[in-house]
């Protein structure tokens, strides 16, 4: 009996050890993702805040009218390729890759990988983009089929196309510099380039547009220029720490072929959300004009909560939960998932809800000037309120999808973006006829859902991800204090009607005191409920 209690005791203090181990190891991860996820998010910030004034330049200057439909597909199209090629799929597919090449082989090893993938992606960008030029009017007629109808339209857009699409190449050249700088842990000049594109779109907006015969044509220009010098930026960047970049082009090379294995899915997979987005640009170039610029303004706004934070989290998790998975470190795996799920709950619910109850006014205060109506602002309204049910899934996605692609699985998030991808084509379908643009955008709300619903369930049951005691009081604050906020944001607002006839200083101190008024709400009743900051400290520590 002795012995059995020795035995007990025994392992009681071993189990001890090892969970102030696992304790030990998490702390410093957590205190260095929160550490990178504040850098980026700050530079996502400015970069958001200079897109608003980017954006709010357009949408004075060209409103929804058929010439900013027709620069919002020319520029959409690229985008999409961007996300497939380049920020999405390639860095999903090449962080693990250099994460093990660094873990396994050295540095040495990961600037021959670098050089290797940079000459061979090099060179199918320069074929992919030759063809864009080329065949411009053919992409527009594919992606917006609904132009064929409006010859001029349709020409402008392939015109605008022609100069837009060269900036897929500066971009997804960017994307690989700015991932081995993640890799490295250098977060914030990845985060801070966008900037450069919003300055210049903004600069060729309000330099360049009055001086052309088809103003347009001046975003257009600022597009590839915003691309070249966001190129020029990283590769400066990887200069400074040490990389001296020789690309050549290697498609044997050993790491080049396992990351076009892995890429190859993982275009689908992490691509889901872009390819419904540009599904519903297909089916909205079919509605009345301005439906294009309607769900751009509205998806902008949804743009900036899931970037500032959904995407900055994503960035910095994917190279700590490879790190982890390469250690074999799983449950350190698992609780910084955990950790990063919890911080999404917990800016996300209250962020969707804000842009849901404000979407009149926030169109209205920064968008609703010049060429731009106050029927486009109510027809943009709608959109958004439909867009800002979904904010959480797409966050949800950016966290729960580097769970699988940090151990090199791009199948499994490939075959769940395939039946989400045709419920949203089903949904869309259905929902267009009685609401219109806002029903593309509630499809795309209703298949985010699925897909990340279906993304968590199949972490749980490859028991990968294992959710940390706390979570159902947790859960019940943050929609508490959500609910609060929203009657609080609800009883405070004017009428939409009203916000069109104040001035653009009294909407702004209008709009700026209900953001104060909603955030100071939510987290006072957060914390009467019994929520602190050290709940949220680090990885594993109970709610």
Same mark, same amino acid.
């Given at each position: 009996?002795?012995?059995?209690?020795?035995?007990?005791?025994?392992?009681?203090?071993?189990?001890?050890?090892?969970?102030?181990? +696992?304790?030990?190891?998490?702390?410093?991860?957590?205190?260095?993702?929160?550490?990178?996820?504040?850098?980026?998010?700050?530079?996502?910030?400015?970069?958001?805040?200079?897109?608003?004034?980017?954006?709010?330049?357009?949408?004075?200057?060209?409103?929804?009218?058929?010439? @900013?439909?027709?620069?919002?597909?020319?520029?959409?199209?690229?985008?999409?390729?961007? $996300?497939?090629?380049?920020?999405?799929?390639?860095?999903?597919?090449? +962080?693990p890759v250099v994460s093990e090449y660094r873990e396994r082989d050295?540095?040495?090893?990961?600037?021959?990988?670098?050089? @290797?993938?940079?000459?061979?992606?090099?060179? +199918?960008?320069?074929?992919?983009?030759?063809?864009?030029?080329?065949? @411009?009017?053919?992409?527009?007629?594919?992606?917006? /089929?609904?132009?064929?109808?409006?010859?001029?339209?349709?020409? %402008?857009? =392939?015109?605008? %196309?022609?100069?837009?699409?060269?900036?897929?190449?500066f971009i997804s050249l960017t994307a690989l510099a700015g991932s081995?700088?993640?890799?490295?842990?250098?977060?914030?000049?990845?985060?801070?380039?966008?900037?450069?594109?919003?300055?210049?779109? &903004?600069?060729?907006?309000?330099?360049?547009? /009055?001086? *052309?015969?088809?103003?347009?044509? @001046?975003?257009?220009?600022?597009?590839?220029?915003?691309?070249?010098?966001?190129?020029?930026?990283?590769?400066?960047?990887?200069?400074?720490?040490?990389?001296?970049?020789?690309?050549?082009?290697?498609?044997?090379?050993?790491? +080049? $072929?396992?990351?076009?294995?892995?890429?190859?899915?993982? #275009?689908?997979?992490?691509? !889901?959300?872009?390819?419904?987005?540009?599904?519903?640009?297909?089916?909205?170039?079919?509605?009345?004009?301005?439906? #294009?610029?309607?769900?751009?303004?509205?998806?902008?706004?949804?743009?900036?909560?899931?970037?500032?934070?959904?995407?900055?989290?994503?960035?910095?998790?994917?190279?700590? %939960?490879?790190?982890?998975?390469?250690?074999?470190?799983?449950?350190?795996?698992?609780?910084?998932?955990?950790?990063?799920?919890?911080?999404?709950?917990?800016?996300?619910?209250?962020?969707?809800?804000?842009?849901?109850?404000?979407? =009149?006014?926030?169109?209205?205060?920064?968008?609703?000037?010049?060429?731009?109506?106050?029927?486009?602002?109510?027809?943009?309204?709608?959109?958004?309120?439909?867009?800002?049910?979904?904010? %959480?899934?797409?966050?949800? &996605?950016?966290?729960?999808?580097?769970?699988?692609?940090?151990?090199?699985?791009?199948?499994?998030? !490939?075959?769940?973006?395939?039946?989400?991808?045709?419920?949203?084509?089903?949904?869309? *379908?259905?929902?267009?006829?009685?609401?219109?643009?806002?029903?593309?955008?509630?499809?795309?709300?209703?298949?985010?859902?699925?897909?990340?619903? *279906?993304?968590?369930?199949?972490?749980?049951?490859?028991?990968?991800?294992?959710?940390?005691? =706390?979570?159902?009081?947790?859960?019940?604050?943050?929609?508490?204090?959500?609910?609060?906020?929203?009657?609080?944001?609800?009883?405070?607002?004017?009428?939409?009607?009203?916000?069109?006839s104040w001035s653009a200083m009294t909407r702004a101190q209008q709009?700026?005191?209900?953001?104060?008024?909603? !955030?100071? !709400?939510?987290?006072?009743? #957060?914390?009467?409920?019994?929520?602190?900051?050290?709940?949220?400290?680090?990885?594993?520590?109970?709610?």
């Amino acid at each position: 009996m002795v012995r059995s209690t020795d035995g007990v005791g025994r392992r009681r203090i071993i189990g001890h050890l090892e969970s102030l181990r +696992v304790l030990t190891e998490t702390h410093p991860l957590a205190r260095s993702l929160l550490r990178s996820t504040a850098i980026v998010g700050q530079m996502t910030l400015l970069s958001r805040v200079l897109g608003f004034v980017r954006d709010v330049v357009i949408a004075h200057a060209f409103g929804a009218t058929m010439a @900013a439909d027709a620069f919002f597909v020319a520029f959409k199209i690229p985008n999409l390729f961007r $996300r497939l090629f380049a920020e999405g799929a390639f860095a999903q597919a090449f +962080v693990p890759v250099v994460s093990e090449y660094r873990e396994r082989d050295g540095d040495e090893a990961v600037v021959d990988l670098v050089n @290797a993938t940079a000459g061979s992606l090099g060179l +199918v960008l320069l074929g992919f983009v030759g063809l864009g030029v080329v065949a @411009a009017p053919l992409f527009v007629f594919v992606f917006a /089929p609904g132009f064929a109808d409006e010859p001029d339209k349709l020409a %402008l857009a =392939g015109d605008l %196309l022609r100069l837009t699409f060269p900036y897929l190449g500066f971009i997804s050249l960017t994307a690989l510099a700015g991932s081995v700088l993640n890799t490295y842990g250098r977060f914030a000049v990845p985060a801070f380039t966008p900037v450069l594109l919003n300055i210049a779109l &903004i600069g060729a907006a309000v330099l360049i547009a /009055p001086h *052309l015969e088809r103003p347009v044509f @001046a975003l257009a220009i600022g597009v590839l220029v915003g691309g070249i010098a966001q190129l020029a930026m990283q590769y400066a960047a990887l200069a400074r720490l040490g990389f001296s970049l020789r690309p050549i082009v290697a498609f044997g090379h050993a790491g +080049v $072929r396992q990351i076009l294995r892995l890429m190859g899915p993982a #275009i689908f997979g992490v691509s !889901v959300a872009q390819i419904n987005l540009l599904l519903d640009t297909v089916i909205a170039s079919f509605l009345v004009t301005g439906s #294009i610029s309607w769900l751009y303004y509205s998806d902008r706004l949804v743009e900036f909560p899931l970037g500032v934070f959904g995407i900055a989290l994503a960035t910095v998790i994917l190279p700590a %939960l490879s790190a982890r998975h390469n250690e074999g470190l799983g449950e350190a795996f698992s609780r910084t998932l955990d950790w990063a799920l919890k911080w999404v709950f917990l800016l996300g619910v209250p962020a969707a809800c804000a842009l849901a109850v404000l979407s =009149g006014p926030l169109l209205c205060t920064l968008f609703g000037y010049g060429a731009l109506s106050d029927h486009d602002v109510n027809m943009a309204a709608r959109s958004l309120v439909a867009y800002s049910g979904g904010l %959480l899934a797409f966050i949800l &996605i950016k966290v729960l999808a580097p769970g699988y692609f940090a151990r090199q699985d791009t199948r499994t998030p !490939v075959r769940i973006g395939i039946i989400a991808m045709c419920a949203n084509m089903a949904l869309n *379908l259905v929902l267009v006829f009685p609401l219109a643009h806002a029903g593309l955008a509630l499809a795309t709300t209703l298949s985010a859902c699925l897909n990340a619903g *279906l993304l968590w369930r199949g972490l749980r049951r490859e028991g990968v991800y294992v959710a940390a005691p =706390g979570w159902a009081l947790f859960i019940v604050r943050v929609v508490a204090a959500a609910a609060v906020m929203c009657f609080a944001l609800w009883s405070w607002s004017a009428p939409l009607s009203e916000w069109f006839s104040w001035s653009a200083m009294t909407r702004a101190q209008q709009l700026f005191g209900a953001v104060v008024l909603g !955030v100071g !709400v939510y987290f006072c009743v #957060i914390a009467l409920l019994g929520m602190r900051p050290r709940h949220m400290a680090m990885p594993g520590r109970q709610v």
